[in-house]
């Protein structure tokens, strides 16, 4: 049995760790209240931005867990905390494709939200498109939005994507992630967004920072190797692979970098945490 050693807290994603779609992962409620008896830190930090943190605290809840509101990361608060920090949210405006995740924070930093067709026009100052784009896993996506998306882009609103996975694990199998919207985009436009979400390490340092740990003494838990286990070595921290959701053992083969641990799944966490304490 493997031991975790020096884990003071985690930053764990959700999306083929925690659950495939609406189905909980078996272990769950072990796993965290071995998390609150341990007194270890964590921040449930995923790419998938089309939830709220009230939704995605709702989504635990029915599934028998309680965590707070703080104790959420996602990629559209991430994105929406990263475009705060270089823009001015008071004259900003911003076109999202996405659902609630990824525009309530937009809105709770002030920035204003754009709609369908509002595009910039040469020669009419009245007509005010988007000075951003910020695209999200969307399952309400239409080519209305993908169109605006376009036009803005072609008219020079940056172009930022909250992640980059092409794949989603869920409970019917791996379907299109928001990588997938993200190549129609690029393939209409020629722009190749910034990306905010993992492997990117800017979420790991946002999540850090909210957790007051040291990189030393944090721990990441994912699925993908492309995205959690490469946004942990960028971000200079060790990590857990569970063979739950899209990477596997296969992968890991071929892979220029690799995980510090790999388990088969949240229960293997939950005994390897207790051997430590």
Not at 30 to 57: C, K
Request: glycine content about 8%; hydrophobic content about 45%.
């Amino acid at each position: 049995m493997e031991v975790l050693t020096n884990v003071r807290a985690l930053i764990i994603d959700m999306d083929g760790v925690l659950w495939h779609g609406t189905t909980a992962l078996p272990g769950l409620s072990d796993f965290f209240q071995t998390l609150r008896n341990l007194n270890i830190r964590f921040i449930l930090a995923t790419n998938n931005a089309s939830l709220t943190q009230d939704q995605y605290v709702n989504k635990l809840a029915s599934m028998g867990v309680t965590v707070a509101q703080h104790e959420i990361l996602t990629s559209g608060m991430a994105t929406a905390l990263y475009l705060a920090e270089h823009n001015n949210p008071a004259t900003t405006r911003v076109f999202v494709v996405g659902e609630a995740g990824a525009t309530q924070p937009l809105i709770e930093r002030g920035f204003t939200l754009t709609g369908l067709y509002e595009i910039k026009k040469d020669g009419d100052p009245t007509q005010k498109g988007a000075d951003i784009v910020v695209c999200g896993k969307d399952q309400t996506l239409t080519w209305d939005k993908l169109a605006t998306a376009t036009l803005n882009i072609r008219a020079g609103a940056q172009f930022i994507a909250t992640n980059a996975d092409a794949t989603l694990p869920t409970e019917y199998g791996i379907t299109l992630g928001n990588g997938a919207i993200l190549a129609a985009l690029q393939a209409a436009t020629g722009i190749t967004p910034i990306s905010i979400g993992k492997p990117e390490p800017i979420m790991y340092q946002q999540a850090m920072m909210l957790l007051g740990s040291d990189p030393t003494e944090t721990v990441a838990i994912g699925d993908r190797l492309e995205t959690d286990i490469l946004g942990a070595v960028r971000a200079g921290i060790r990590s857990v692979m569970v063979l739950t959701g899209i990477s596997s053992e296969d992968d890991l083969k071929i892979s220029d970098y690799q995980p510090t641990w790999v388990m088969p799944d949240i229960m293997a966490i939950t005994h390897a945490l207790q051997n430590a304490a």
